[in-house]
């Protein structure tokens, strides 16, 4: 692969070649100038030198601005010439919007396995003659919450055991949702590949999920929804594939990460990865380089391995730039924490404004969005009260901020989910400090 064949430099690239070609100037200036002064003969060097560092400076300059698209071409990542045909790349295919009503769900993903007990807890109006929370409270030990740091919330539907239970007390935007009727709780919830009861797992007469209990493996399984198949896309990812594809009247849908790659958006249309902190993340020298991309990734190549590469490359940084674009005009009304949690919600709030925003062409709007957003930190087996408290008040800062945005700001509140799923739930019983590995565990819904 010639270095030159792609002439180019960022200005990044351009700086450091002209301070290498300043600095070997002033060496050659500096050295034949010492011996001028002590030489009437060395004109011949200083002629020598001046050349020597000059055509020498000219060929670093050659291959620095080369080595920057050098590394964009598809020969620096693959291990093919990359020849061209005469086909001209088609554009990716889009979906047109159909017009119909918009709809998000924003999956929060808790990992490191929540002690989601301590988040939903049963409290009274329960069985007269199996009294819940005294069970929880002599099964949990030292690990269970008191009835003062927890707020209550009420079941008038009469099909739960219980008619009070009681919320984590640094999550009032879950009460309270849970209070205006936008809030849901799903008690038990785990990976399975079929219905399981107790004495079968305790048998081994079903099949079970790979690896249970094993951080990697579960929060795989809980990304795909498909544990019995190790190769499964996400299940995001799977759901707006179906979406986006129907032969009839397909949805003009989109899938976003605000926490980096994730498993759970994998399997569908290309996710678009935002930063919580910075937002869409551009490559800063693209309009320098934009020509030579052009001419690198416009016409198809004869290589397979090569094409895809090629058309990767324009795809993503076309879309980055148009996104980024598009994101950076938009603002929010409602006051987001600095904490990362937070700022991913903000960065979904700006997304979702942008979707609904009036000056958008109708039949570039979308219509179905997936977003994953991400906080760690719960593998709770030494610090299970401080870490949960802290967990919980980092949560709700965000979703009251993120409500907020959408109920008052955007009025699009309606029209959104917030899920919350974890790698599994943790074991009733203290360990002393904390609690370990287990399975089901409880998560809530808003929206």
Same mark, same amino acid.
């Given at each position: 692969?010639?270095? %030159?064949r792609?002439?180019?430099? %960022?200005?990044?690239?351009?700086m ?5 070609f ?17 030489s009437?003969?060395?004109?011949f ?32 990542h693959?291990? *093919?010439? !990359? ?15 159909g ?20 988040m ?12 819940l929370?005294?069970e ?19 079941? *008038? ?17 879950v ?12 008690? !038990? ?13 305790k ?22 929804m ?9 299940i995001l ?25 994730q498993?759970?958006?994998?399997? %569908? ?10 937002g ?13 991309i ?21 795809h ?14 938009? *603002? ?23 979707h ?12 179905r ?14 610090d ?15 979703? *009251?901020s ?8 955007q009025?699009?509140w ?17 360990n ?6 287990a ?9």
């Amino acid at each position: 692969m010639l270095v %030159g064949r792609y002439w180019c430099g %960022g200005s990044g690239v351009r700086m450091l070649i002209w301070w290498v070609f300043f600095l070997c100037f002033f060496f050659c200036f500096f050295f034949c100038f010492f011996f001028c002064f002590f030489s009437v003969s060395s004109l011949f060097l200083l002629c020598f030198f001046f050349c020597f560092f000059s055509v020498s400076s000219l060929f670093f300059l050659f291959f620095l601005v080369g080595h920057t698209c050098s590394q964009l071409s598809s020969e620096f990542h693959t291990t *093919t010439l !990359n020849v061209f045909t005469h086909t001209v790349r088609p554009d990716p295919k889009v979906v047109a919007s159909g017009g119909r009503p918009y709809k998000a769900i924003v999956v929060l993903f808790l990992a490191g396995a929540a002690d989601s007990f301590n988040m939903l807890v049963p409290v009274t109006g329960c069985d007269p003659a199996h009294d819940l929370y005294q069970e929880y409270k002599t099964i949990r030990g030292n690990a269970a919450l008191d009835t003062s740091e927890l707020i209550n919330i009420v079941d *008038t539907s009469n099909t739960q055991p219980c008619t009070t239970f009681g919320v984590h007390k640094n999550l009032p935007i879950v009460s309270d949702s849970y209070d205006l009727g936008e809030a849901a709780w799903i008690a !038990n919830m785990g990976t399975l590949i079929q219905p399981t009861t107790k004495q079968q797992f305790k048998d081994k007469s079903v099949p079970l999920p790979p690896s249970l209990f094993a951080h990697n493996v579960m929060q795989k399984s809980i990304a795909t929804m498909h544990p019995q198949l190790s190769s499964s896309s996400g299940i995001l990812g799977r759901i707006t594939d179906v979406l986006s594809s129907r032969t009839s009247q397909p949805y003009k849908s989109k899938l976003y990460s605000i926490a980096g790659p994730q498993k759970i958006v994998t399997g %569908g249309p290309n996710a678009d990865i935002i930063s919580g902190s910075v937002g869409v993340q551009r490559y800063v020298d693209y309009d320098v380089l934009k020509d030579s991309i052009v001419n690198m990734t416009h016409r198809m190549s004869e290589n397979y391995l090569s094409d895809t590469y090629s058309g990767t490359l324009k795809h993503i940084l076309e879309a980055t730039e148009s996104l980024g674009t598009k994101l950076n005009q938009q *603002t929010v009304t409602a006051t987001f924490s600095e904490e990362d949690l937070s700022s991913q919600f903000k960065q979904v709030a700006k997304v979702i404004k942008m979707h609904r925003h009036a000056s958008t062409p109708s039949a570039e709007r979308v219509e179905r969005a997936a977003f994953v957003t991400k906080l760690g930190g719960f593998d709770t087996h030494r610090d299970l009260a401080e870490t949960l408290e802290a967990r919980m008040a980092t949560i709700n800062a965000a979703l *009251t901020s993120f409500v907020e945005e959408m109920k008052t700001h955007q009025q699009a509140w309606d029209e959104v989910t917030v899920v919350t799923i974890s790698d599994f739930g943790r074991t009733l019983t203290s360990n002393g400090l904390g609690t370990d590995h287990a399975w089901g565990g409880n998560y809530f819904v808003l929206g």
